[in-house]
Structures are given as C-alpha cells and as structure tokens.
C-alpha cells in the first residue's frame, strides 16, 4: 500500500533531492511504500523516479495514498477533553466546560501520522460544516493537529504563540510539523496559512 507523511517542508531540504513528494503550504506530503506485520507498520521512503517521470510519478503516487490511507488510517475527530479521557483511561464526557472554547483533535485511529488526514478529500468541509464556522488548524505535531472554531475568542496571532511555545517545550524535534496556524474557510474549499 502507498502512504503518506505531513513533514515540515524546510527542515526536511535535504530529503528531497532523493523522496517522492509534493509540496504544500509550507509542508511537504512524502509517499511511502508500507505494510503492515503483525500488527506493526513498516515502511520505506518511495525514492523519486522509482515509477517514472516525478511530475506524473506524484500524482499517481498521490492518487493511491488517497486512496489507501482512509482505509489503514480512518480518520479521528474528537473533542481535546475526550481525548485526554480516552488517554488517560476514564469515561468519556463529550461536552466541554461552560464557557471553555472548543478544541478539537484530529488524528486517526492508529494516532500515527494523523496529521496527514486534513488532506483526505472532505474532511475539513464536514468538521467546518458540523462546527458551524471556519477552522483555525494548529499543527500539534506529524500525529495531530488541533482544530479550533475560528469565531472563537482567539485571534490567528494569540495562537501563533500557543503553537510555537507548544514546539519549543513539548513536541520532540522528530515529530515538529510546524509553527504555522492554518485557516481553513469552508465557503470555498480553502485551507491557506
């Protein structure tokens, strides 16, 4: 099966003069062949020209991570408090305290690489919809990323702190996404940074 990875796009430079990938936003989507073994993932970096022409090689590349990842890795929406439960081991209460603003993570259900599910076709358009509101995106690291309302009380700048300190106290360099905060708008499909 084909999959893919969201990595940071500058700290990632030397990666690319051999790795199948496209760029996006100011991250790159990297394929890889994997399997999975006995219940493990294993996988190997798909190194460019390995199916052809890189224009055409990424797009067929693409094509079938599009369609195998939803399958290996379904996507996971759930509100920040369920999730702490859920990790945590208590019961779940899915309403957040009176007057806390609502986070969300979105992951999938293998908490690998979920980042990479806001590119499944339609998934920020259905949590816009169910939310009501257009998307503040805050790269948590390569396994998640928090979703915020965007009529939230925060502005874009307010969470462009939170992010980077986040990054310098709590993600593992390995796993750093980036420090940008991402909008997606739901009238016309757009996720922009």
């Known amino acids: ?23 996006y936003l100011d991250l790159a989507i990297v394929f890889f062949d994997a399997d999975i073994q006995e219940g493990r993932l294993k996988r190997r970096p798909i190194l460019k020209g390995a199916l052809g022409e890189e224009e055409q090689e990424t797009e067929k590349l693409e094509e079938m991570a ?22 945590e081991g208590k019961k779940t209460k ?32 259905r949590i816009s919809q ?21 009529k939230s009380v925060y502005t874009r700048e307010d969470l462009q702190k ?14 750093y996404l980036s420090d940008t905060v991402y909008q997606y708008e739901e009238s016309g499909d757009i996720l922009s940074y």
């Not at 980077?164 to 796993?175: A, G, K, S």
């Open 1 to 23: 099966m084909i999959i893919y990875q969201l990595v940071n796009y500058k700290k990632n430079l030397p990666l690319f003069r051999e790795y199948a990938h496209i760029p």
């Open 66 to 87: 599009l369609y195998d990842m939803p399958r290996v890795f379904p996507v996971r929406f759930s509100s920040i408090e369920s999730t702490i439960q859920r990790l």
């Open 94 to 125: 899915e309403d957040a305290k009176d007057g806390a603003i609502p986070m969300y993570v979105l992951s999938n259900t293998r908490w690998l690489f979920g980042a990479s599910s806001l590119l499944y076709p339609g998934v920020l358009k």
């Open 130 to 150: 169910y939310l009501a509101s257009d998307l503040y995106i805050l790269p948590s690291s390569i396994h998640e990323c928090i979703i915020i309302p965007s």
């Open 162 to 175: 939170i992010v980077r300190e986040m990054n310098e106290t709590q993600v593992r360099e390995d796993e």
